[in-house]
């Protein structure tokens, strides 16, 4: 069973920074697709950045490009989420999801794509 665990939540001021980090109890990085996903309350929950399966596609959410970069230590099974000039309303329950997903970009940031998933990180940004 893959288990994922979320870090790197806080609270920040808006314009600042955060980085969450998610890691992966799985055998080989390399064959899975990764995802993060964000759920503010009385929201759905919204797919805001993925990675392919070898790592060589990204994808993200238009509200996120420019702002948010996504990658992956294969060696260390961890994957992070850099989070640049934020904004009140990325403030969300933050989830990390992965999955042995044939789906490519744009698709990944479809949750349909995942079959495991963190119990979140809370993301609070402060205007």
């Known amino acids: 069973q893959v288990q994922l665990v979320e870090s790197g939540g806080g609270s920040v001021q808006a314009g600042g920074s955060l980085r969450l980090s998610c890691a992966a109890s799985?055998?080989?990085?390399?064959?899975?697709?990764y995802g993060w996903f964000r759920q503010a309350p009385g929201k759905g929950r919204e797919g805001v950045a993925a990675?392919?399966?070898?790592?060589?596609?990204?994808t993200y959410a238009d509200s996120v490009k420019g702002r948010f970069t996504i990658s992956k230590d294969n060696a260390k099974n961890i994957m992070y989420l850099q989070m640049d000039s934020l904004k009140s309303e990325d403030s969300a329950m933050y989830y990390c999801a992965t999955g042995l997903t044939s789906w490519s970009s744009p698709a990944l940031l479809d949750d349909r794509a995942y079959s495991y998933w963190g119990k979140g990180t809370l993301v609070t940004i402060s205007s």
């Open positions: 799985v055998y080989d990085a390399n064959r899975y697709a």
């Open positions: 990675i392919s399966r070898n790592g060589g596609t990204t």
